[in-house]
């Protein structure tokens, strides 16, 4: 038998003997209990995705795995208290067997169910914190090295130093201006223009070996 079909059983054992005051109140009391199971129901499936799918860890930074962890750490903790609270109910009313009250019952079937829920969220908390643990842990892969750089070819290294030497060839008119335009020598003026000269015939015999 289910939590809700024993708490089902328990309350038509109070409402048998209540008036309406009382029966809308418990009733209010059973709406509440849904709530609360309904939200942790929320976020237990959250918990569920994390611990099932091998890929869910793979999107967190180390930082963010370990901000996970704690998180979770202390949730582990919280859970175990709650259930140390809710078997000590558990005793508590069974010790008075068997003078217990309908309401009695009412509360001891929602603390065992709340002591199986709680072991069950605690397995999962702790797993999800071994899973934290040895996905921080894994050795990282290591870097593929670079593949060997491809030696270029007669025509590639025929077809850059032609295009480095034009140009070479191209600038020699720009900076043969700017050093003239230095000076108001005019002896200066033709060194400086035979230097370039010289400097173009040589560029042009060497552009001759890569056509």
Known sequence: MGFWDELD??????????????????????????????????????MER???????????SLQELEHQRITVQSELERIQED???????????????????????LK????????????????KRTLLINLIEAKKNAPKK???PLPPAKAPSPEEIRARKKAEILARLERLPVEEQQMVATTNDEDMKRLIENMYADKRSKLMEELSKWI
């Open 83 to 105: 259930i140390r609270k809710q078997e000590a109910k558990v005793k508590d009313i069974d010790s008075r067997e068997p003078y217990l009250t309908a309401s009695d019952r």
């Open 9 to 46: 059983k328990d309350l038509d054992d109070v409402f048998k003997n209540s008036d309406d005051p009382i029966t809308d109140a418990l009733g209010k009391v059973r709406g509440d209990l849904k709530k609360i199971l309904t939200e942790q129901a929320d976020s237990e499936r959250v």
């Open 108 to 123: 001891r079937s929602f603390a065992k169910t709340q002591v199986e829920k709680h072991k069950e969220r605690a397995r």
């Open 142 to 144: 290591p870097t593929p």
């Open 50 to 60: 994390l611990i099932s799918d091998p890929e869910a860890l793979n999107r967190f």
